[in-house]
């Protein structure tokens, strides 16, 4: 079963640490990610960018809207996300519990599935 491990994290935490320290947790997810890999479990990882280069899209009838960010109601982003294929849904669980992105955001899990479900 596919999964998808999103890393929700604080508006504005990425700017609130330094050169240094953003670097040693990037190194820790890669290497999470480099052992999920060679274990089999990883699709495809990819850290998103800030949400001042996002931009909504809503289209109502004829009308569309396009708000960029930053979202200033926005209090939680997206700012990344592993895609994994799972045995189950508490293998999944326990993969989100060892991502080192659980001590900073909170990891969401997600199963995927059809979209016109």
Known sequence: MAYALLIVEPVGQRQSRTETEGRVLY???????ADLKARGLLTMSQSLVSERAASRVH???NQTTIVDGPFAEAKEMVGGFLLLTCESRDQAIALA???PAATWATVEV????PCFI
Not at 27 to 33: A, G, K, P, Q, V
Not at 110 to 113: D, F, K, P
């Open 27 to 33: 190194d820790r997810m890669l290497r999470f990610s």
């Open 97 to 99: 519990q060892e991502c």
């Open 110 to 113: 997600r199963e995927l599935g």
């Open 59 to 61: 289209v109502n009838g």
